[in-house]
């Protein structure tokens, strides 16, 4: 049936319209192959996506009928190579579905999500090819294998077992249908947020309303209004460039009330758009799917192969911060009451009142003030400021092409990233502002991964996706300091592109609770005074911020993280308290869930989630039961940092290269625990975290050595 509904859909794709198509072709014509955006068409994408689906499946198909003896290169090889067009036509359009969707791209994904999940089964429970695959498993002594191509075996023999190559056929049938209704179900649950954060508003009648809030952001919410017809008024979408000043700035505590609950209820509305039968639909599904592929819970099957390996180590990790978190809170809760009294508020902060009051707190305990220090953080500055950093641990330079290369969005900028042998080794696209279209949030992702064509070395096209804050009125696009280690976060995600250098494609993958110690070690150069003295440039004047704003922004880092911890760890303990369920009672309600399981836990009603279960988009993709390696990468970029300052060099050129050899070039090559050994010479220790959060232990810390024990 599904090949017969492929093949309908085939034929409505027209001879010329297919030869028209430049996803079709060889080569793009382009400088590095940069998909030609402005060319392609819907049609484009959907006639790349069918045509890709048949070429794969008759190229697999080959695999299977080949009458020689299975080795590593006609079975392992040919499958990592195999669904080119596919891959190319995939990384185009998903890109561009999450940074910049519209109503044809969503109703594409709808259409091609059944087909595309029915295609993965297909190969992942084919009992022929996983034949093929276990006989060069099993005969892997004789091929002469490399380090590289023994992970690239063990990957892909894993893959096919933990994607339900050896269930049964009753198994496999169901698998297939959890598959497709998880897949249709997760795409829902996107779009229904995306609507939620760009497309929900709170409205302000009049500027009065609006007390304390900075010009910029009323100029934005003036020119918000007008968009969405409602001119003469004041709108805030659940961007957080147009929420957070509203919480962070406004003395209107109700407007703050409205804006705070409608971004943390986002899809809990008992609307069409609302999430919480869909998630704990997915947490269904994920249950069983667990126990039949012979796991007591979705955790334990997630786990299995990253470097936490099991729930208690998780759960380890997460317990040992939570109380010096809740405690450091604690103390800054007692800062807000205190500045809440001095406005004559009695009784108890509520969630709204905490970013207000502890910026308050902040200006009265340290005289700081994040809105004059933005004036220094003019986004184009402190993109170069990032180059900068890049350019001194690694050699790179970039030049900007924007004028040359194709554009996908007209805010975007292109730049070539050229080796210190003058060498492009990728294309990166910074693409910063919100708008309609966009997800949520941060992210790094791309048009195209690190290959070899032959002997030729593939350039990545790398895309740094944000929502930062944009231009106003006659100033710039003037960034707080949260955004800027954003964005030097995300560029650390960038670099591990750019030097991947694999031979596969299936070695380009890290593990999950490692992927984020190239992002988060980079966070650490964005406020060191040799970095903030060459980017960091008032708008106006272009004078350098002085050593009194500079000590300012070291004297307030630690300042808050018992809030930051206990949101952040609050919605890694939700995360893993779901997917730590054997089974999920039909009346479940997932809000209600998570209220519980925090309330339980003791964190202070003042603070929610980072993110709730309805909008928490993480869970539902790439970081279920993972949400916690931010914390666990924490552990190691915060160790990993400390080999820049023993050196007393955050510069030092060896520990660059040695940092940039073992653990961003090498993909996935080695294990997690095995590049950062190689990398730091021992396990990571949990002390540099500590002291970075400003966090002090109850409990003794957790020894990585305790954890590779239970390995």
């Not at 947490?283 to 099991?310: D, H, W």
């Not at 970081?623 to 915060?638: K, R």
Request: proline share 4%; hydrophobic share 35%.
């Amino acid at each position: 049936m599904k090949k017969l509904i492929l093949s309908t859909l085939l034929l409505g794709c027209t001879m010329a319209s297919i030869a028209q198509n430049p996803l079709l072709e060889r080569r793009f014509g382009t400088p590095y192959e940069i998909p030609p955006f402005e060319k392609l068409t819907i049609d484009n994408y959907r006639e790349g996506m069918l045509k890709g689906l048949e070429q794969q499946k008759t190229e697999i198909q080959a695999i299977i009928d080949s009458k020689e003896e299975p080795t590593f290169q006609n079975v392992i090889v040919a499958l990592d190579q195999c669904g080119e067009l596919l891959s190319k036509t995939r990384g185009v359009w998903g890109t561009l579905n999450s940074s910049n969707s519209n109503a044809e791209f969503q109703a594409l994904s709808k259409e091609m999500n059944p087909l595309t999940s029915a295609h993965s089964d297909w190969i992942n429970m084919n009992p022929d090819l996983f034949k093929k695959v276990k006989y060069v498993y099993d005969n892997q002594a004789k091929y002469n294998l490399n380090k590289e191509q023994k992970k690239l075996l063990e990957g892909t023999y894993k893959r096919f077992v933990n994607s339900g190559a050896m269930l049964n056929d009753e198994q496999k049938a169901r698998m297939k249908e959890i598959n497709q209704e998880m897949s249709r179900l997760s795409l829902q649950f996107s779009n229904n947020l995306m609507h939620d954060t760009n497309n929900t508003y709170v409205i302000a009648d009049s500027r009065t309303e609006l007390a304390g809030l900075p010009e910029s952001n009323i100029e934005q919410a003036a020119a918000l209004a007008k968009k969405i017809g409602k001119e003469g008024k004041y709108a805030f979408n659940m961007q957080r460039p147009s929420c957070n000043p509203v919480l962070q700035y406004c003395s209107n505590r109700e407007l703050r009330k409205k804006v705070y609950l409608m971004y943390n209820d986002r899809c809990n509305h008992n609307d069409e758009y609302d999430n919480k039968e869909i998630a704990k639909r997915i947490m269904e599904l994920r249950v069983e799917k667990a126990n039949i592929m012979g796991f007591k819970n979705y955790a334990s099957m997630q786990l299995e192969n990253r470097m936490a390996k099991n729930e208690d180590n998780v759960y380890d990790l997460l317990n040992q911060l939570w109380d010096p978190a809740v405690e450091k809170a604690k103390e800054e809760i007692a800062d807000i009451k205190a500045e809440m009294k001095k406005d004559g508020i009695k009784g108890e902060p509520q969630r709204w009142d905490y970013m207000y009051y502890q910026s308050k707190a902040k200006e009265a305990k340290f005289a700081y003030d994040e809105e004059k220090i933005s004036e220094y953080l003019e986004i184009n500055n402190v993109q170069q400021g990032i180059f900068y950093v890049a350019n001194k641990l690694y050699g790179l330079n970039f030049k900007e092409r924007t004028q040359d290369y194709p554009v996908y969005e007209p805010t975007a900028k292109s730049w070539d990233v050229i080796d210190k042998n003058g060498n492009v080794i990728a294309i990166f696209y910074s693409d910063y502002f919100p708008r309609d279209g966009k997800g949520a949030g941060a992210w790094c992702g791309g048009f195209r991964g690190q290959s070899y064509d032959g002997a030729q070395r593939v350039q990545p096209i790398v895309t740094n996706v944000c929502n930062m804050s944009l231009p106003s009125g006659s100033k710039p696009a003037l960034q707080t300091p949260d955004n800027v280690e954003t964005m030097f976060h995300e560029f650390g995600h960038a670099l591990h592109s750019f030097f991947r250098n694999v031979n596969y494609n299936g070695s380009s993958r890290t593990e999950q609770d490692f992927v984020e110690l190239p992002s988060q070690i980079n966070e650490h150069w964005a406020f060191e005074p040799e970095v903030l003295k060459v980017y960091a440039k008032h708008y106006k004047t272009g004078e350098t911020i002085p050593q009194e704003l500079i000590d300012k922004i070291d004297a307030v880092g630690k300042y808050g993280q018992g809030f930051a911890t206990v949101e952040y760890l609050a919605a890694s303990l939700v995360d893993m308290d779901l997917h730590s369920l054997t089974n999920v009672d039909k009346k479940m309600n997932v809000m209600d869930f998570q209220d519980k399981v925090l309330k339980a836990r003791g964190i202070p009603s003042q603070i929610l989630p980072r993110y709730s279960v309805t909008n928490f988009s993480h869970i539902m993709g790439g970081y279920s039961a993972g949400y916690y390696s931010y914390i666990w990468s924490e552990v190691l970029d915060c160790d990993a940092f400390q080999a820049f300052k023993e050196t007393g060099d955050i510069f030092n050129q060896e520990v660059a290269q040695r940092f940039k050899e073992t653990c961003l070039v090498p993909g996935s090559i080695n294990t997690g625990m095995e590049m950062y050994k190689a990398f730091r010479g021992r396990e990571p220790k949990i002390d540099g975290l500590l002291e970075n959060r400003g966090l002090t232990p109850k409990a003794k810390p957790v020894q990585t050595k305790d954890v590779e024990k239970k390995k």
